[in-house]
């Protein structure tokens, strides 16, 4: 049997090219011809240009064209170029930037990396290699900030985040909402792809930045602050929603014994690693913190390289059932360490909330017993732990 071409590869695939343009009248001849070389399932969208695009499209009459009256940002287009490339029968997208800096030699690339996937549920993205001399120090400059924000959103480490060279699975995003309409969109689109369950990966593409022809239309400082508002409301929503779900999502799945076996005892982290993260979980659980220990749990976790998942269960000591003796106990402690004496029964917890009245008392005595019960909790885990793994490499080794 005769291995299929690329053209019919794509074909097969039902994959389309969509190609936003705006105001790229030297280019955008070279970059059609070059994708023309592989299909004809080409979708331009002309962002409301006001130079000779228009002239140089009409040129092109294979080619589905869709003309914005106005330019309203390069989100926008992409999101009309894939409702039209779904109304047109197509599942994959390939988009490719119409200033010349991408080669279309490289769409094989991405066609052959989906047909060796064990999952079509994937996102490509190409990565350029931001150490060429050409390349702007402002484009490598943020390009490593996107990569770090999209890692702390999806836990996802790639080495390109902006490269408006990818391969976009339609069908499997149709159901998605977006709101960014600009540059901004193609970070929305990869963390709500990656959020949803997408398998989001890079693939090496080249790139050039010919500056004659070239035009880029980033504005560094109005587009930076819409990408820093993005990454600041993507990173409120992973902390408060995205994590916590995945995590009771694999706790729901797994059973409690079963993520203790999985998670605790066989993991890779060292006794150490794991101690320290059940510590910080307790710590953060007993702590009062109310509303604010899950954004602070996985927020210290990534910061001092713990593991989120321990740190996040344990840190859910402090249960409804719970909370009136921790209140108690709390209460108590800071008696104790301020020198007070104040009477209320067990009850009053979950009558009036009593110990509510007398706060400073309160919080003295929670972090008091916050802090003790790290101590001892991730203590006692850390020797368990370190006998657990001795004798668990004398079986393997006898």
């Known amino acids: 049997m005769n291995t299929p071409s690329i053209q019919e590869s794509i074909e097969q695939l039902k994959c389309c090219v969509v190609i936003p343009t705006y105001n790229n009248e030297k280019t955008i001849r070279k970059v059609i011809l070059g994708v023309l070389v592989y299909t004809k399932d080409i979708i331009v969208i002309n962002d409301g240009s006001t130079d000779n695009t228009a002239g140089i499209l009409s040129e092109f009459t294979q080619v589905t064209r869709v003309d914005l009256k106005d330019n309203k940002g390069k989100g926008n287009a992409l999101r009309i170029g894939f409702k039209k490339a779904l109304e047109l029968g197509f599942s994959y997208a390939i988009t490719i930037d119409s200033d010349g800096q991408h080669f279309p030699e490289d769409i094989p690339v991405f066609i052959n990396a989906l047909q060796q996937e064990d999952t079509k549920n994937v996102l490509y993205i190409g990565a350029r290699n931001m150490q060429q001399t050409d390349v702007p120090k402002k484009s ?106 995945d995590l ?33 979980g307790v710590f953060i659980g007993l702590s009062p913190l109310w509303g604010l220990q899950t954004v602070l749990v996985f927020s210290l976790a990534i910061l001092l390289k713990l593991n989120k998942a321990i740190a996040f269960a344990f840190s ?17 402690i800071g008696q104790f360490i301020l020198g007070e004496n104040i009477s209320y029964t067990l009850d009053d917890m979950t009558t009036n909330f009593e110990v509510l009245k007398h706060l400073k008392t309160y919080i003295v005595g929670s972090l008091t017993l916050a802090a003790v019960s790290a101590i001892v909790i991730g203590f006692s885990t850390y020797l368990f732990l370190t006998v657990f793994e001795k004798r668990k490499m004398i079986g393997q080794n006898g």
């Not at 490593?144 to 924000?149: A, C, P």
């Not at 009771?248 to 690693?273: A, C, H, I, T, V």
């Not at 859910?316 to 108590?332: E, G």
């Open 140 to 245: 490598s400059f943020g390009n490593k900030f996107s990569n770090f924000w999209f890692w702390f959103e999806t836990g996802i480490s790639l080495k390109d985040t902006q490269s408006g060279f990818r391969l976009y699975p339609i069908t499997e995003l149709k159901g998605l909402k977006f709101y960014t309409p600009k540059f901004e969109f193609e970070i929305e689109i990869i963390v709500r792809a990656a959020w949803k369950g997408t398998l989001v990966k890079n693939l090496p593409v080249r790139v050039t930045y010919n500056e004659e022809e070239r035009v880029s239309h980033f504005r560094p400082f109005q587009d930076f602050t819409r990408i820093s508002i993005l990454n600041t409301w993507l990173v409120l929503i992973a902390l408060f929603y995205i994590k916590p779900r």
């Open 248 to 280: 009771y999502r694999r706790f729901k799945k797994k059973g409690f014994r079963r993520f203790l076996k999985e998670d605790l005892l066989q993991s890779n982290d060292s006794p150490r690693k794991k101690a320290f993260s059940i510590a910080l």
């Open 316 to 332: 859910n000591v402090s249960l409804p059932p719970f909370i009136p003796f921790i209140l108690y106990a709390s209460s108590k």
